[in-house]
């Protein structure tokens, strides 16, 4: 009851009052169970507007952060997603449902492997998730509908933007490791566009086309 009390206040004053509006991301938000995302040690920051450590310097991102992304994806629920950095498992739970099916790549096992028990537990079964290189997508099951990025991404995206269907957007944060730029890119056709929306600080995308890769 606790953190259900809990979790309708990080919705009022953290994500509502700071203009989310689309009602299935609050409504996912509101379902979901954060603090089964975070170590038990932490428990009692899981609803704190705030990201929080969830080991591997790995952070659960902060939740106005998760509610902005998610609702930039602008799901109907019959996307196919790509979440690329499982991390905790928490942005995939509010994915999975919003949309017909996530595959999700994580780099660190442990985490996966925490994620993975979480999930089914929740009664999450559209998840689709696997250990590797998450900066070269997962070009077998391409093209996605919608790809979200939850690590710091350099400016060039080309192995991930040439995975997203036509009509599709994928929503980055871009930059270096002082900081990002949130941004949404759109594929019409062969044209991808850019939306910038706000500043922000993610952990490094790691990888072959990774932050890195490009020497920073």
Known sequence: MQYQVLREKMVEEQVVARGIKDPGVIEALLRVPRHEFVPPADRSSAYADAPVSIGHGQTISQPYM???MTELLALTGSEKVLEI???SGYQTAILSGLCRVVYTIERIEPLLSAARKVWPALGMANIRARLGDGSAGWIEESPFDAIIVTAAAPEALS???GQLAPGGRMVVPMG???GQVLKRILRKQDR???EEFCRCVF???VGKFGLHANGN
């Open 85 to 87: 950095g499982t991390g």
């Open 192 to 194: 991808f566009e850019p």
């Open 159 to 161: 192995a991930l933007a």
């Open 176 to 178: 270096d490791l002082g």
């Open 203 to 205: 952990v490094p995308l």
């Open 66 to 68: 998760v509610a902005l």
